[in-house]
């Protein structure tokens, strides 16, 4: 039976990724040697790290001034790297949800933290509005998509201060104004290459601003000074991310990513909105991802949760369980996700309500 993969991370990759980079795996461009057995430094893998650089920068529209660096350590390792390299006396942090909460627990380590809003009242169902950023925090440091709780901020803020962004799981969701952020950064294997790569996007002035001593590892400039190979570079990983680029490009760029990701989720809330089994856990629209849709059995069917998951489990949906932390199910449509899926997703969901 097909499978219909809403994994939220690691997650669907395009076929053009598996299979190519399959190929890499065995012969990398018919060199006789596979991309995992050949040096960094060869000009084979250059040319490979150069294109997806060229890649980033041509698909999200980057000016000038802005490095693309490809790492290892997940956005993770970018909590603490951010405040290393950036916060003298203050940081400004926006709290939505458990991946902003681990950010702003590492800025701590550095001083003092400034949480201007939280939605941490209501679950993280919600991006707080209205708040006011200090004018003088070093940063401001959002999550655009929350990918626990299905909540995005889609649009590019206007702040006083250098805005950094956690857009691990929608990078190449959306068409970005760039030049209003000073970072850019997450973890790879939500919407564009398998786990292992981390890209930063960053804007080469902000940097060299604090006085603290830097560990080498972990100092932008060492990165952007070396191409992203002072040390060895997750290959495989940036191999199978350079073929996920190659298809966002040849199938119309991000936006046309954009497009059909606010197909797909516009398809499958109404249908939410609708079915009267379910009901969303996202109320205001304009805070709806459009790459994590999450929702709940509806009042009085809470008892049926289980059923369900067996009968989308067996049309072969896989991955919708939700995070422990929110229950009910959740169903990731990131860029390689096709739009089929969501309509047989939403088969089931009207099965099931035939049923009760
Ligand atoms: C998955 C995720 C992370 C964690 O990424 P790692 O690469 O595992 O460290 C951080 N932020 C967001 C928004 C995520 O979805």
């Known amino acids: 039976m097909k499978k219909h ?28 040697l596979s991309i995992m057995e050949i040096s960094h430094r060869s000009k084979e893998f250059q040319a ?38 950036f916060f003298n006396k203050k940081a400004a942090y926006l709290n939505t949800g458990a991946w902003a909460k681990k950010a702003i627990k590492e800025a701590k380590f550095f001083g003092e933290v400034d949480v201007v809003a ?81 890209f930063v996007i960053i804007k080469n002035d902000a940097l060299g601003k604090v006085d603290r001593p830097i560990p080498t590892m972990l100092n932008y400039q060492t990165h952007i ?43 499958l809330y109404s249908e939410i909105e609708r079915n009267k089994c379910f009901k969303g856990t996202v109320t205001d629209p304009a805070d709806r991802s459009f790459m994590n849709i999450c929702f709940v059995m509806n009042d009085g069917f809470e008892d049926y949760e289980k059923d369900f998951m067996e009968l989308a489990t067996s049309q072969g949906m896989i991955g919708i369980k939700g995070h422990r932390s929110v229950g009910g199910f959740r169903a990731s449509t990131y860029n390689a996700l096709p739009i089929e899926s969501v309509e047989a997703l939403i088969e089931v969901m009207q099965e099931f309500e035939k049923k009760h």
Not at 5 to 32: R, W
Not at 52 to 80: C, H, R, W
């Open 225 to 267: 000074d070396k191409g992203s190979m002072f040390n060895t570079p997750p290959c495989l990983p940036i191999y199978a991310s350079l073929m996920t680029l190659r298809w966002i490009k040849e199938n119309g760029g991000v936006a046309a990513m954009q497009k059909r990701a606010e197909q797909k989720a516009n398809l």
């Open 5 to 32: 993969n809403f994994y939220a991370g690691p997650s669907i990759l395009p076929q053009f990724t598996i299979e190519n980079t399959a190929k890499a795996v065995q012969d990398l461009n018919g060199i006789g």
């Open 118 to 198: 939280t939605s941490e009242d209501k679950t993280f169902n919600y991006i707080p509005k209205g708040y006011t950023v200090p004018e003088d925090a070093d940063y401001f440091h959002i999550t655009t998509n929350n990918t626990i709780y299905g909540t995005e901020i889609r649009e590019d803020l206007e702040v006083g201060v250098p805005l950094i962004a956690d857009m691990s799981s929608d990078i190449f969701s959306r068409t970005l104004d760039v030049s209003k952020y000073t970072v850019i950064y997450g973890g790879a294997q939500k919407n564009l290459g398998p786990a292992g790569v981390t």
């Open 48 to 85: 490979v790290i150069d294109e997806a650089q060229d890649l980033f920068k041509e698909l999200l529209n980057i000016p000038e001034g802005y490095s693309v660096l490809f790492m290892g350590g997940g956005a993770s390792t970018q909590f603490a790297m951010i405040p290393f390299n």
